[in-house]
Each structure stands twice: as structure tokens, then as C-alpha cells.
């Protein structure tokens, strides 16, 4: 073989390898660029919905805490209809009804969070068999809810409420109070309202247990899927004062976590964060209270309801019109 023809087969032979190289790589990177979008636009769903099923949780505990040790959650008790909502100022919606309007407002973007991801479910990669376990949990957060008589369609088009278009961001508090006092776009959270009005009251704690379960075990999932912490435990753990010097398995809350709005006031008491994990529902049997001293101050909030005197009759629970 000549000195020619040797150095046209190195010649072909390198130009056959580079362009291989050259593909290869190219497609290496095309599958790279294409992995970190789809692990980009699934962590912009699932960490969302993680914060705010975190949220409602938080919440919906403080709720149930209060129910199992007062009978009722006062915080909650502002209102006998949801109407009457209609012309409160935002004085009203800022003190007063605070805690019962945010709580709408938080279901409500829980509701926009889950109806937006089950949406766009088939654009989102998720590992193993998640991507058929993330529907199953949930249309069981739907069903709970629903067994609240906060019906499937009404969900969504709350959570759909909850956006604002075209920016397609979640309404703040404030903004989300001005939907509450229009009647015409009231009502479509009345069912939310009239659910919390009557948890409020201590009714519908089993209902209320069926939606927590639901979120812890969607919370557990989430938190696992995108490799991070227990997110109930750290919600709640963040509402929990230990005094100096105290027991670290009987303290009570703050309310100084984000978006607790004045959760402080809503007596949000945690207790021991024990049993608030993965996929475990927190424990909601009675915080310890300490014996009153000689000058006891009893919280403003929880404080026991006095019983009616002769000259009053019982407190009507308000009833809504979907029982």
C-alpha cells in the first residue's frame, strides 16, 4: 500500500470518528439541556404544592387542636354566613376575620396548586411509578374535600379564582379579600367558608380528620419525590416556643411561621412535634395547660366559652345550605 493511500484512509478514518464524536456529544447535550427543563418544570409544580399542602395542613391542625381540647376554634367563629362578608372592609378582613379569611385563601391556592398540576401532569417527569401515584393522591385530597361538601368542580374553579391572569401568579391575601367581598365571586368559595364556620363551631371533625390524612400522605409523597425534608414537621415545628429551661415536649406555638396570619391568636398551640412526619398526621389530643397561680392570665383566645346565663339561650351553630 502506497504512501496515498494510507493517508486517505487516516483521513477518512479521522473524519469518520470526529463526526461521531461530534454527534454523540451533540446528542448527549440535547439530552442533558432536555433533562434539566423537565426536572426545572417539575420542581416549578411539585414545590409549590408542597408548601401549600404543608400549609393547609398547618392550618387545618390548628382548627382540629382547638376543636379537641375546647369544643371550638373562636378565631374562627366571626361570622353565621358567609354573606356577611359582603361590605367588611379591609379593616375587617386584616383584624377581625383575619384568621377565617386567610384560611379560605389558603385552600383556595392549594386548590389552584393541585388543579394546575394535574393539568400539566403530562409534561412533568417523575421517577419510578410517581408519575401514576401523584394523580391517585390527588384525586383522594379531592375526595376528602368533597366529603366536605366542597365538590370537585367547585374546587377547581376556586383554586382558578385563586390566579391571577394574565401573570398567572397566586393572588395575595389582600387581593384575594377583594374577590370575597364581591357577591357574584363569593359565592364560589361560600362551601369552603360554610365548611370552616362549622369546624369552628366542632362540627364535622371527622370530615376534617379524612382531609388531613389525605394532605399528610400527598405531603409524605412530595417531600420524598423531590428528596427533601419532612415539610409537616418542619411547618409545625416552626410554630413551637420552647421557654429556657422548659420541658422540649410541651411547648406552644408562636404562630411567627409564614403565612400563619396571626396564627398566634388562633391559639396555635403544637405541642410536641413528635408525631408530625412523614406521612403521620400530628398528634391533636389536648396540650397540657399549667395550673392557674394566684393571678392567673388566661389566653385571650382560647379561653373556655362561659355557659349561657338564665337569661340567654344557646348559641345557634350556624348551618349551610349544602347539608
Known amino acids: 500500500m502506497d504512501a496515498l493511500s494510507v493517508t486517505l484512509i487516516s483521513a477518512v478514518t479521522s473524519g469518520a470518528i470526529s463526526l461521531t464524536l461530534a454527534w454523540v456529544s451533540g446528542r448527549q447535550q440535547r439530552r442533558d439541556s432536555e433533562r434539566v427543563q423537565r426536572e426545572t418544570r417539575t420542581m416549578a409544580y411539585l414545590n409549590p404544592l408542597r408548601w401549600h399542602t404543608a400549609e393547609v395542613h398547618h392550618r387545618l391542625s390548628l382548627y382540629a387542636t382547638s376543636v379537641d381540647r375546647d369544643g371550638c376554634y373562636p378565631p374562627a ?9 359582603e361590605g367588611k372592609g379591609a379593616d375587617w378582613f386584616a383584624g377581625k376575620g383575619v384568621v377565617l379569611g386567610s384560611s379560605v385563601w389558603m385552600t383556595a391556592c392549594l386548590f389552584a396548586q393541585m388543579t394546575r398540576t394535574r393539568h400539566d401532569l403530562p409534561f412533568l417527569r417523575l421517577a419510578g411509578n410517581d408519575d401514576t401515584r401523584l394523580p391517585g393522591l390527588l384525586q383522594k385530597v379531592h375526595a376528602a374535600f368533597a366529603a366536605c361538601e366542597i365538590y370537585y368542580a367547585t374546587q377547581s374553579s376556586i383554586g382558578t379564582d385563586a390566579l391571577l391572569e394574565p401573570e398567572g401568579r397566586l393572588r395575595s391575601y389582600r387581593e384575594f379579600c377583594d374577590l370575597l367581598a364581591e357577591p357574584d ?113 388566661p389566653d385571650p383566645v382560647l379561653r373556655p366559652i362561659p355557659a349561657p346565663g338564665p337569661n340567654s339561650g344557646p348559641d345557634p351553630v350556624p348551618r349551610s345550605p349544602y347539608s
Open 77 to 85: 367563629q366571626v361570622l353565621a354566613d358567609p354573606r356577611e362578608m
Open 185 to 297: 365571586r363569593r359565592v364560589w368559595a361560600d362551601p369552603v367558608t360554610w365548611f370552616l364556620i362549622a369546624v369552628a363551631h366542632g362540627e364535622r371533625r371527622p370530615a376534617l380528620q379524612r382531609v388531613l390524612d389525605a394532605l399528610s400522605e400527598l405531603s409524605a409523597f412530595l417531600d420524598d419525590s423531590l428528596a427533601g425534608g419532612a415539610s409537616l414537621r418542619a411547618r409545625h415545628g416552626a410554630e413551637i416556643h420552647r421557654p429556657r429551661g422548659g420541658s422540649p415536649g410541651t411547648g406552644t406555638g408562636t404562630g411567627a411561621g409564614a403565612g400563619g396570619d396571626l396564627d398566634a391568636t388562633a391559639g396555635a398551640g403544637s405541642g410536641s412535634d413528635a408525631g408530625v412526619g412523614r406521612g403521620r398526621v400530628p398528634s391533636l389530643s389536648p396540650h397540657p395547660i399549667p395550673a392557674p397561680g394566684p393571678d392567673p392570665s
